[in-house]
Protein backbone atom coordinates (compact mmCIF):
# COMPACT_ATOMS: atom_id res chain seq x y z
CA UNK A 1 0.00 0.00 0.00
CA UNK A 2 1.40 3.54 -1.31
CA UNK A 3 2.04 5.94 1.85
CA UNK A 4 -0.50 8.88 1.91
CA UNK A 5 0.61 11.83 -0.56
CA UNK A 6 0.43 15.50 0.31
CA UNK A 7 -2.84 15.29 -1.71
CA UNK A 8 -5.85 14.59 0.62
CA UNK A 9 -8.82 11.95 -0.64
CA UNK A 10 -11.90 10.64 0.61
CA UNK A 11 -14.26 8.05 -0.90
CA UNK A 12 -18.06 8.41 0.51
CA UNK A 13 -19.76 5.09 -0.09
CA UNK A 14 -23.45 5.89 0.05
CA UNK A 15 -25.72 3.05 0.62
CA UNK A 16 -28.92 4.82 -1.03
CA UNK A 17 -31.74 1.87 0.62
CA UNK A 18 -30.73 1.75 4.15
CA UNK A 19 -32.63 2.72 6.68
CA UNK A 20 -35.49 5.16 6.59
CA UNK A 21 -33.53 8.46 6.32
CA UNK A 22 -33.42 10.32 2.99
CA UNK A 23 -29.55 10.41 1.22
CA UNK A 24 -30.62 13.36 -0.69
CA UNK A 25 -28.11 16.09 0.15
CA UNK A 26 -25.32 13.69 1.46
CA UNK A 27 -22.94 13.57 -1.52
CA UNK A 28 -23.25 18.06 -1.77
CA UNK A 29 -22.32 18.38 2.24
CA UNK A 30 -19.55 15.98 2.55
CA UNK A 31 -18.38 17.82 -0.39
CA UNK A 32 -18.87 21.35 1.13
CA UNK A 33 -17.44 20.42 4.39
CA UNK A 34 -14.39 18.60 3.26
CA UNK A 35 -13.28 20.54 -0.07
CA UNK A 36 -12.20 23.62 2.15
CA UNK A 37 -9.82 21.67 3.86
CA UNK A 38 -7.89 20.72 0.59
CA UNK A 39 -9.89 17.20 0.52
CA UNK A 40 -10.95 15.78 -2.81
CA UNK A 41 -14.22 13.64 -2.29
CA UNK A 42 -15.07 10.89 -4.49
CA UNK A 43 -18.37 9.04 -4.59
CA UNK A 44 -19.67 5.63 -5.06
CA UNK A 45 -23.14 3.96 -4.71
CA UNK A 46 -23.29 0.44 -3.63
CA UNK A 47 -25.91 -1.53 -5.18
CA UNK A 48 -25.80 -4.94 -3.45
CA UNK A 49 -24.14 -6.48 -0.61
CA UNK A 50 -20.63 -6.61 -0.59
CA UNK A 51 -20.00 -3.27 -2.49
CA UNK A 52 -19.30 -1.25 0.49
CA UNK A 53 -16.50 -4.05 1.15
CA UNK A 54 -14.61 -3.84 -2.01
CA UNK A 55 -14.93 -0.19 -2.39
CA UNK A 56 -13.47 0.38 1.16
CA UNK A 57 -11.04 -2.22 0.86
CA UNK A 58 -9.81 -0.76 -2.90
CA UNK A 59 -9.89 2.61 -1.04
CA UNK A 60 -7.52 1.31 1.54
CA UNK A 61 -5.18 -0.34 -0.67
CA UNK A 62 -4.77 3.00 -2.85
CA UNK A 63 -3.91 4.97 0.27
CA UNK A 64 -6.96 7.30 0.61
CA UNK A 65 -7.26 8.94 3.96
CA UNK A 66 -10.67 8.30 4.50
CA UNK A 67 -13.93 6.35 3.63
CA UNK A 68 -17.02 7.81 4.69
CA UNK A 69 -20.16 5.51 5.31
CA UNK A 70 -23.25 6.76 4.40
CA UNK A 71 -25.88 3.93 5.56
CA UNK A 72 -27.29 1.26 8.49
CA UNK A 73 -25.07 -0.87 10.10
CA UNK A 74 -24.37 -3.00 8.20
CA UNK A 75 -23.20 -0.52 5.34
CA UNK A 76 -20.87 0.66 8.11
CA UNK A 77 -19.50 -3.26 9.31
CA UNK A 78 -18.79 -3.94 5.78
CA UNK A 79 -16.48 -1.06 5.19
CA UNK A 80 -14.92 -1.51 9.43
CA UNK A 81 -13.80 -4.48 7.80
CA UNK A 82 -12.24 -3.65 4.93
CA UNK A 83 -10.49 -0.80 6.77
CA UNK A 84 -9.60 -2.97 9.61
CA UNK A 85 -5.33 -2.99 10.24
CA UNK A 86 -5.38 -0.38 7.63
CA UNK A 87 -3.90 3.40 7.78
CA UNK A 88 -7.45 4.31 5.83
CA UNK A 89 -9.78 6.13 8.63
CA UNK A 90 -13.57 5.08 8.92
CA UNK A 91 -16.09 8.38 8.93
CA UNK A 92 -19.45 7.74 10.04
CA UNK A 93 -22.66 9.41 8.74
CA UNK A 94 -25.89 7.67 10.69
CA UNK A 95 -28.17 7.02 8.20
CA UNK A 96 -29.57 3.94 9.43
CA UNK A 97 -31.88 2.14 11.81
CA UNK A 98 -30.48 1.49 14.24
CA UNK A 99 -26.96 3.38 14.21
CA UNK A 100 -25.37 1.24 17.38
CA UNK A 101 -21.45 1.91 16.42
CA UNK A 102 -22.40 5.58 15.86
CA UNK A 103 -24.04 5.74 18.67
CA UNK A 104 -21.43 4.10 20.92
CA UNK A 105 -19.10 6.42 19.73
CA UNK A 106 -21.18 9.48 20.51
CA UNK A 107 -21.19 10.23 16.76
CA UNK A 108 -24.60 12.23 16.77
CA UNK A 109 -27.45 11.88 14.09
CA UNK A 110 -27.47 14.66 12.46
CA UNK A 111 -25.58 14.48 9.26
CA UNK A 112 -24.18 18.06 9.92
CA UNK A 113 -22.83 17.31 13.50
CA UNK A 114 -21.48 14.20 12.01
CA UNK A 115 -19.56 15.54 9.30
CA UNK A 116 -18.26 18.22 11.56
CA UNK A 117 -16.44 15.39 13.57
CA UNK A 118 -14.64 13.86 10.16
CA UNK A 119 -13.52 17.68 9.62
CA UNK A 120 -12.71 18.00 12.60
CA UNK A 121 -10.22 15.35 12.13
CA UNK A 122 -9.58 13.35 15.69
CA UNK A 123 -10.18 9.90 15.28
CA UNK A 124 -8.98 6.79 17.55
CA UNK A 125 -8.72 2.86 17.17
CA UNK A 126 -11.17 0.70 18.68
CA UNK A 127 -11.56 -2.65 19.04
CA UNK A 128 -13.50 -5.43 17.18
CA UNK A 129 -14.92 -8.64 18.10
CA UNK A 130 -14.78 -11.72 16.49
CA UNK A 131 -17.13 -15.00 16.59
CA UNK A 132 -15.63 -18.20 14.57
CA UNK A 133 -14.07 -15.86 12.18
CA UNK A 134 -16.92 -13.12 11.87
CA UNK A 135 -16.24 -9.41 13.18
CA UNK A 136 -18.26 -7.43 14.80
CA UNK A 137 -18.53 -3.60 16.19
CA UNK A 138 -20.73 -3.31 18.19
CA UNK A 139 -22.82 -6.81 19.29
CA UNK A 140 -22.68 -10.79 18.63
CA UNK A 141 -25.42 -12.75 20.00
CA UNK A 142 -27.10 -15.80 20.38
CA UNK A 143 -30.85 -16.73 21.79
CA UNK A 144 -33.79 -14.14 21.50
CA UNK A 145 -32.43 -10.98 20.01
CA UNK A 146 -30.51 -13.50 17.47
CA UNK A 147 -34.64 -15.25 16.29
CA UNK A 148 -35.35 -11.43 16.60
CA UNK A 149 -32.39 -10.01 13.75
CA UNK A 150 -33.42 -13.46 11.53
CA UNK A 151 -37.37 -12.41 11.55
CA UNK A 152 -36.69 -8.65 11.41
CA UNK A 153 -33.98 -9.03 8.70
CA UNK A 154 -37.07 -10.35 6.65
CA UNK A 155 -39.58 -8.06 6.86
CA UNK A 156 -39.79 -5.30 3.96
CA UNK A 157 -40.50 -2.55 6.53
CA UNK A 158 -37.73 -1.02 8.98
CA UNK A 159 -37.71 0.82 11.44
CA UNK A 160 -38.33 1.53 15.60
CA UNK A 161 -41.99 0.41 15.95
CA UNK A 162 -41.57 -2.72 13.19
CA UNK A 163 -38.50 -3.91 15.33
CA UNK A 164 -40.84 -3.54 18.77
CA UNK A 165 -43.44 -5.50 17.05
CA UNK A 166 -41.18 -8.00 16.03
CA UNK A 167 -39.85 -8.69 19.45
CA UNK A 168 -43.38 -9.11 21.23
CA UNK A 169 -44.23 -11.22 18.46
CA UNK A 170 -41.18 -13.61 19.24
CA UNK A 171 -41.41 -13.31 22.82
CA UNK A 172 -44.51 -14.97 23.25
CA UNK A 173 -43.17 -18.11 21.48
CA UNK A 174 -39.54 -18.06 22.56
CA UNK A 175 -38.34 -21.31 24.81
CA UNK A 176 -34.77 -20.38 26.44
CA UNK A 177 -32.10 -22.74 25.72
CA UNK A 178 -29.16 -24.07 27.75
CA UNK A 179 -25.36 -22.76 27.28
CA UNK A 180 -21.82 -23.74 28.79
CA UNK A 181 -20.13 -20.21 28.46
CA UNK A 182 -15.91 -20.85 29.38
CA UNK A 183 -14.94 -17.53 30.27
CA UNK A 184 -11.86 -16.91 32.59
CA UNK A 185 -11.23 -20.17 33.30
CA UNK A 186 -14.08 -21.43 34.34
CA UNK A 187 -16.83 -23.23 32.84
CA UNK A 188 -21.19 -21.79 33.99
CA UNK A 189 -23.99 -23.65 32.43
CA UNK A 190 -27.08 -21.20 32.09
CA UNK A 191 -29.88 -21.63 30.41
CA UNK A 192 -30.34 -18.45 29.41
CA UNK A 193 -32.79 -16.18 27.17
CA UNK A 194 -30.03 -14.75 25.12
CA UNK A 195 -25.97 -14.21 25.54
CA UNK A 196 -24.94 -10.98 24.18
CA UNK A 197 -21.04 -10.29 23.62
CA UNK A 198 -20.25 -6.89 23.60
CA UNK A 199 -17.76 -4.53 22.10
CA UNK A 200 -19.75 -2.09 22.76
CA UNK A 201 -22.45 -0.51 24.85
CA UNK A 202 -25.16 -0.79 22.80
CA UNK A 203 -26.99 -2.65 20.14
CA UNK A 204 -28.65 0.76 18.86
CA UNK A 205 -31.69 2.67 18.87
CA UNK A 206 -30.13 3.13 22.44
CA UNK A 207 -30.76 0.25 23.73
CA UNK A 208 -27.89 -0.81 26.28
CA UNK A 209 -26.85 -4.33 26.39
CA UNK A 210 -23.68 -3.80 28.45
CA UNK A 211 -23.68 0.06 29.58
CA UNK A 212 -20.12 -0.28 31.02
CA UNK A 213 -18.48 -1.60 27.58
CA UNK A 214 -15.98 0.13 26.20
CA UNK A 215 -14.38 -0.26 22.63
CA UNK A 216 -10.64 0.72 23.64
CA UNK A 217 -10.47 -0.89 26.58
CA UNK A 218 -9.04 -4.67 24.86
CA UNK A 219 -12.29 -6.58 26.29
CA UNK A 220 -15.30 -8.06 25.54
CA UNK A 221 -18.77 -7.69 27.84
CA UNK A 222 -20.46 -10.66 27.86
CA UNK A 223 -24.18 -10.03 29.25
CA UNK A 224 -26.43 -13.13 29.83
CA UNK A 225 -30.16 -12.61 30.67
CA UNK A 226 -31.66 -15.45 32.29
CA UNK A 227 -34.90 -17.38 31.39
CA UNK A 228 -37.51 -15.61 33.90
CA UNK A 229 -41.08 -15.02 33.28
CA UNK A 230 -43.06 -12.29 31.30
CA UNK A 231 -42.36 -10.25 34.62
CA UNK A 232 -38.80 -10.29 34.31
CA UNK A 233 -38.84 -9.82 30.93
CA UNK A 234 -39.94 -6.41 31.22
CA UNK A 235 -37.34 -5.78 34.00
CA UNK A 236 -34.64 -6.69 31.76
CA UNK A 237 -36.52 -4.47 28.95
CA UNK A 238 -36.55 -1.55 31.64
CA UNK A 239 -33.25 -1.42 32.17
CA UNK A 240 -31.96 -1.86 29.03
CA UNK A 241 -33.73 1.30 27.72
CA UNK A 242 -32.33 3.31 31.22
CA UNK A 243 -28.69 2.21 30.91
CA UNK A 244 -29.26 0.10 34.37
CA UNK A 245 -29.31 -3.60 33.30
CA UNK A 246 -25.42 -4.30 34.33
CA UNK A 247 -27.72 -3.91 38.16
CA UNK A 248 -30.21 -6.38 37.34
CA UNK A 249 -30.49 -9.21 38.95
CA UNK A 250 -32.05 -11.28 35.71
CA UNK A 251 -28.51 -10.65 34.10
CA UNK A 252 -25.05 -12.29 34.80
CA UNK A 253 -22.05 -10.29 33.30
CA UNK A 254 -18.53 -11.52 32.44
CA UNK A 255 -15.68 -9.12 30.95
CA UNK A 256 -12.82 -11.10 28.80
CA UNK A 257 -10.40 -10.96 26.15
CA UNK A 258 -11.76 -14.64 24.56
CA UNK A 259 -14.42 -16.80 25.53
CA UNK A 260 -16.20 -20.08 24.09
CA UNK A 261 -20.13 -20.57 24.12
CA UNK A 262 -21.39 -24.09 23.61
CA UNK A 263 -24.92 -24.91 22.98
CA UNK A 264 -26.96 -28.48 21.91
CA UNK A 265 -27.07 -27.53 18.14
CA UNK A 266 -26.46 -24.81 15.78
CA UNK A 267 -28.94 -22.38 14.89
CA UNK A 268 -29.54 -18.34 14.59
CA UNK A 269 -26.95 -16.02 16.00
CA UNK A 270 -26.15 -12.00 15.11
CA UNK A 271 -23.16 -9.98 14.48
CA UNK A 272 -24.19 -6.28 14.90
CA UNK A 273 -28.05 -7.42 14.06
CA UNK A 274 -27.36 -9.15 10.67
CA UNK A 275 -28.26 -12.68 11.25
CA UNK A 276 -26.70 -15.35 10.12
CA UNK A 277 -26.11 -19.75 11.16
CA UNK A 278 -23.10 -20.65 13.43
CA UNK A 279 -22.36 -23.71 14.80
CA UNK A 280 -22.28 -25.78 17.65
CA UNK A 281 -19.43 -24.62 19.38
CA UNK A 282 -18.94 -20.11 19.22
CA UNK A 283 -15.49 -19.37 19.68
CA UNK A 284 -14.90 -15.54 20.48
CA UNK A 285 -11.98 -13.32 20.75
CA UNK A 286 -11.31 -9.62 20.85
CA UNK A 287 -8.62 -7.97 18.18
CA UNK A 288 -7.47 -5.04 19.79
CA UNK A 289 -6.98 -1.29 18.38
CA UNK A 290 -8.40 -2.99 15.21
CA UNK A 291 -10.13 0.67 13.47
CA UNK A 292 -9.40 3.87 13.02
CA UNK A 293 -12.30 6.01 13.62
CA UNK A 294 -13.14 9.54 13.63
CA UNK A 295 -14.89 10.56 16.68
CA UNK A 296 -15.72 13.58 18.79
CA UNK A 297 -12.79 14.64 20.39
CA UNK A 298 -14.28 14.60 23.86
CA UNK A 299 -15.66 11.61 24.96
CA UNK A 300 -19.32 12.13 27.53
CA UNK A 301 -19.42 10.06 30.34
CA UNK A 302 -22.08 7.96 30.50
CA UNK A 303 -25.01 8.58 33.16
CA UNK A 304 -27.64 5.83 33.47
CA UNK A 305 -31.11 7.13 32.79
CA UNK A 306 -29.66 10.58 32.28
CA UNK A 307 -27.58 9.68 28.86
CA UNK A 308 -30.17 7.58 27.36
CA UNK A 309 -33.20 10.10 28.00
CA UNK A 310 -30.20 12.90 26.58
CA UNK A 311 -30.26 10.44 23.37
CA UNK A 312 -33.71 10.09 23.02
CA UNK A 313 -34.63 13.66 22.97
CA UNK A 314 -31.88 14.48 20.41
CA UNK A 315 -33.45 11.57 18.48
CA UNK A 316 -37.10 13.51 18.75
CA UNK A 317 -35.23 16.98 17.89
CA UNK A 318 -33.46 15.36 14.83
CA UNK A 319 -36.48 13.27 13.60
CA UNK A 320 -38.91 16.35 13.53
CA UNK A 321 -36.23 18.85 12.14
CA UNK A 322 -35.89 16.35 9.33
CA UNK A 323 -39.84 15.77 8.86
CA UNK A 324 -40.26 19.90 8.84
CA UNK A 325 -37.37 21.23 7.21
CA UNK A 326 -36.30 18.91 5.08
CA UNK A 327 -39.33 16.98 3.94
Do not use: W
Request: hydrophobic share 40%.
Amino acid sequence: MREFMDKREALLIINPIAGTRSKRGVREAVIQSLSPLGIEVSVLETSGAGDAAEFAARAAADGIEMVISAGGDGTVNEIADALSHTETTLGILPLGSGNGLARSLGIPQDVDAALKIIADGHKMKCDRGIVNRHPFYCTFGVGFDAVVSEKFASMSRRGRITYIRSVLREFLNYRSQPYAISVNGAVITEKALLIAVCNASQYGNNAYIAPQAKLTDGLLDITVVHSGSPLSAVSVGMDLLTGYLDRNTHIDTFRVSSATIARIKEGPAHVDGDPLTLGKQLDIVCDPTALSVFVPEKEEEFKPFLSPIKAMLNDIRYDLRAKFLNP
